[in-house]
């Protein structure tokens, strides 16, 4: 029995929840210390959140803007994420791979589009009274 589990630790490699929360820090680490846009997004977000704190917004307005701001965040990540795999696998061009990168950059594309949307909806009243 306890060969069994230490085999399982070993494939698996069960990580504490500190260990795991270090890996992920260290991924969003990476991301502002490499990526341009990732920091760009992010201090995009921190004034739409504060722009949302100052204009008092309440409720299901701020719940709104934070999932949003959210939504964007994530989406450049899988985007970095999967333009990282791909580099890593083929070093020489592909059309099908110039494909998987348009449209991985179409997916953040759509939800800057979504947050202007949104941004517009929360803040029109409050910036043109």
């Known amino acids: 029995m306890r060969r069994r589990r230490r085999f399982f630790r070993r494939i698996f490699r069960f990580h ?19 990526h341009r846009n990732m920091r760009i997004i992010f201090l995009c977000g921190i004034a739409a959140f504060l722009a949302g704190v100052y204009f008092k917004l309440e409720g299901i307005a701020l719940v709104s803007l934070c999932i949003t701001i959210t939504l964007v ?55 043109f009274k």
């Open 73 to 127: 965040f994530m989406a450049e990540m899988f985007n970095t994420a999967i333009e990282l795999i791909i580099d890593m696998s083929k070093r020489k061009y592909h059309p099908l791979i110039k494909l998987v990168k348009d449209i991985s950059a179409a997916v953040v594309l759509i939800a800057s589009i979504n947050s202007i949307g949104v941004g517009v909806i929360l803040f029109w009243h409050h910036v």
């Open 16 to 34: 504490g929840f500190r260990e795991s929360l270090l890996i992920a820090l260290k991924g969003l680490g990476y991301l502002f210390v490499f």
